[in-house]
Antibody
Framework: QVQLRESGPGLVRPSETLSLNCTVS????????WFWIRQPPGKGLEWIGY???????SYNPSLKSRVTISMDTSKNQISLKVTSVTTADTAVYYC??????????WGQGTLVTVSS | DIQMTQSPSSLSASVGDRVTITCRAS??????LNWYQQKPGKAPKLLIY???SLQSGVPSRFSGSGSGTVFTLTISSLEPEDFATYFC?????????FGQGTRLEIK
């Protein structure tokens, strides 16, 4: 059974860097595209970006200059960094696996609050 | 960006009702349209992929149809556990946009 689990600080100060990890079990991260998606409280879903084991990645243009997604195959982890955060980055952050051009497996999500 | 618009934004229905949710794309996306169900405090769950393919383990009362720019999700007979928010999402463009969601409430 494939499982994803996000981890990281729940509180980040404005202008600092948000860093999250997604630990994958039940499958190798070398076999799929892996995404980060976020959802501000009470709002809809926003695609942040994705990465593949070849090193290719793509980011939402609205966030591109501040986002980095990377993989550590030795730990079977995907990481997300968002720099220069503001209160608008407060959201539940999900990692998800893509299969058949759909997000078939999701982590439980982790709430990150940006506040001083 | 491809914009995805769902209608209605909210819907009240009763157990046993048949309900349909519509998703419209701002440009043609072939059949690259997925549907998700989300319950409060939980991650979204994939129901339908490629417009009409039922994800493994999803009850057959859920069905999807459409191609091009107009798509529908139908629940043939509502069960109590179906009251949730539903999102569509396109995967035609690499900027994987979602609809704003349809909240399905108990009447």
């Amino acid at each position: 059974q494939v499982q994803l689990r996000e981890s990281g600080p729940g509180l980040v100060r404005p202008s600092e860097t948000l860093s999250l990890n997604c630990t994958v079990s039940g499958t190798s991260i070398s076999s799929y595209y892996w995404f980060w998606i976020r959802q501000p409280p009470g709002k809809g879903l926003e695609w942040i970006g994705y990465t593949f084991h070849t090193g290719s990645s793509s980011y939402n243009p609205s966030l591109k200059s501040r986002v980095t997604i990377s993989m550590d195959t030795s730990k079977n982890q995907i990481s997300l960094k968002v720099t220069s955060v503001t209160t608008a980055d407060t959201a539940v952050y999900y990692c998800a696996r893509e299969e058949n051009l759909a997000f078939d497996t999701w982590g439980q999500g982790t709430l990150v609050t940006v506040s001083s | 960006d491809i914009q995805m618009t769902q209608s209605p934004s909210s819907l009240s229905a009763s157990v046993g009702d048949r309900v349909t949710i519509t998703c419209r794309a701002s440009e043609t996306i072939s059949s690259k349209l997925n549907w998700y169900q989300q319950k409060p405090g939980k991650a979204p769950k994939l129901l339908i992929y490629a417009a009409s393919s039922l994800q493994s383990g999803v009850p057959s009362r859920f069905s999807g149809s459409g191609s091009g720019t107009v798509f529908t999700l139908t629940i043939s007979s509502l069960e109590p556990e179906d009251f949730a928010t539903y999102f569509c999402q396109q995967s035609h463009s690499t900027l994987y946009t979602f609809g704003q969601g349809t909240r399905l409430e108990i009447k």
